[in-house]
């Protein structure tokens, strides 16, 4: 079947815009956690959603950003005021369980430009 | 909290050459470890994964890993590289205290010249 996809692929925008970035997980799989790259930075975790359990929302930088995961399927992650620093390539993972037992698989990302 | 360390931001070999990537973690109990590797312009996928049992673990591609738990290390190495390994190589344990969360290294730029 099909992998892990992201829309859009490349995001520009402006400063203090907001901005929804769409992950579809492999089908059947209930972990799904995204994910933010920035350049020498590695990989940054925002948040991670476990079936029906209360996300982790640990790594969420600020309260500008948001995640929701609709029907334990697709989820949007959603950036209001978009700021310059926010600029970075997101991504999302997904896994048929918890991450100590089972590989995550990565979605091509989003690369996102704050102008 | 739980850290990544990777030494090495950016390192060229030539085809045939050893590689050997560092990699230190902080805590020092259990521990869960990964190695990842992006290729230019494809997904991040996984090279290998130590959970328990034999400290040196196998992965694609000729790669392996040995987890040294005094040394809180988990390197990865490959005896003779092809210019096709050239790829971005990340390092990442479970965070022990943070649910499911996994936490990256900075990564490492893995260069072969042909």
């Known amino acids: 079947g099909a992998g892990v996809s992201q829309s859009p692929s490349n995001k520009v925008t402006e400063k203090g815009k907001d901005v929804e970035l769409r992950c579809d997980p492999i089908?059947?799989?209930?972990?799904l956690y995204w994910y933010r790259q920035s350049l020498g930075q590695g990989l940054e975790f925002l948040i991670y959603?476990?079936?029906?359990?209360?996300?982790?929302k640990s790594g969420l930088p600020s309260d500008r950003f948001s995640a929701e995961r609709t029907g334990g399927s697709v989820s949007t992650l959603t950036i209001q005021r978009t700021q310059q620093e926010d600029s970075a390539v997101y991504l999302c993972?997904?896994?048929?369980?918890?991450?100590?037992?089972?590989?995550?698989?990565f979605g091509p990302g989003t690369r996102l430009t704050v102008l | 909290a739980q850290s990544v360390s990777q030494h090495n931001h950016h390192v060229i070999l030539s085809e045939a050459a050893s590689l050997e990537l560092g990699c230190n973690y902080s805590?020092?109990?259990?521990?869960?470890l990964f190695w990842y590797v992006q290729y230019p312009g494809q997904h991040l996928q996984l090279l290998l994964k130590?959970?328990?049992?034999?400290?040196l673990v196998k992965g694609i591609k000729g790669f392996e890993a040995e987890f040294i738990k005094s040394k809180f290390s988990f390197n990865l190495r490959k005896p003779s590289v092809q210019w096709s390994d050239t790829a971005e190589y990340f390092c990442?344990?479970?965070?022990?205290?943070?649910?499911?969360?996994?936490?990256f290294g900075k990564g490492t730029r893995l260069h072969i010249l042909p």
């Open positions: 805590y020092g109990g259990t521990v869960n």
């Open positions: 959603f476990q079936g029906n359990s209360a996300p982790d």
């Open positions: 990442a344990v479970i965070d022990p205290n943070g649910g499911d969360k996994i936490i």
């Open positions: 089908s059947g799989h209930t972990a």
């Open positions: 993972a997904s896994s048929s369980g918890p991450a100590s037992y089972n590989e995550q698989f």
């Open positions: 130590y959970f328990s049992g034999d400290p």
